[in-house]
């Protein structure tokens, strides 16, 4: 008699969400790992408490059939946690660092930016950040006048 073989929690989850728009259409495929057995001993000392290791892979299609893919590596000591829940959190932190330094790097090139001497590139920074400020309140008060 064969003895049934029993169940158990899998090691890998994966997940594809595609999302359009007007102009273009994203595709986001994500593979969480949470079974670390396979990983070298002395990297999984190195990184207690990790739980699992996520790839993304984004393909989009922008508006005259231009075609972006980029893939992106994570890892987090997140437990638990399903591939659309990951999926969620990694979306909301590049859209917040999006918001965030789009501005920068379109205004002030941030990411030329080349100051080698640590005070000098917080000094820079300080003022890259008023200068964005000032922009963005002259261009809402432009904005407000208009309407």
């Known amino acids: 008699m064969i003895e049934p073989t029993p169940l158990v929690k899998?090691?890998?989850?994966?997940?594809v969400k595609v999302t359009?728009?007007?102009d273009r259409s994203d595709t986001r495929q994500i593979m969480v790992c949470h079974?670390?057995?396979?990983?070298?001993?002395?990297?999984?000392?190195?990184w207690k408490g990790?739980?699992?290791?996520?790839?993304?892979?984004?393909?989009?299609?922008?508006?005259?059939?231009r075609?972006?893919?980029?893939?992106?590596?994570y890892v987090s000591r997140?437990?638990?946690v399903r591939a659309l829940e990951l999926l969620t959190y990694i979306c909301v932190h590049w859209d917040i660092e999006n918001r965030c330094h789009r501005g920068l790097d379109a205004i002030?090139?941030?990411d030329k930016h080349q100051t080698r001497v640590r005070c000098s590139a917080a000094s820079h920074s300080i003022l890259?950040?008023?200068?964005?400020n000032a922009h963005s309140r002259i261009f809402a008060s432009a904005h407000a006048a208009t309407a």
């Open 128 to 132: 890259r950040g008023m200068a964005l």
């Open 35 to 46: 079974g670390l057995s396979w990983m070298d001993p002395v990297i999984c000392e190195e």
């Open 108 to 110: 002030c090139r941030d």
């Open 20 to 22: 359009s728009s007007d």
């Open 10 to 15: 899998p090691i890998f989850a994966v997940l």
């Open 78 to 80: 997140l437990e638990g």
């Open 50 to 65: 990790l739980s699992c290791v996520i790839m993304v892979h984004r393909h989009t299609v922008l508006g005259a059939g």
């Open 67 to 73: 075609i972006r893919r980029e893939t992106c590596y």
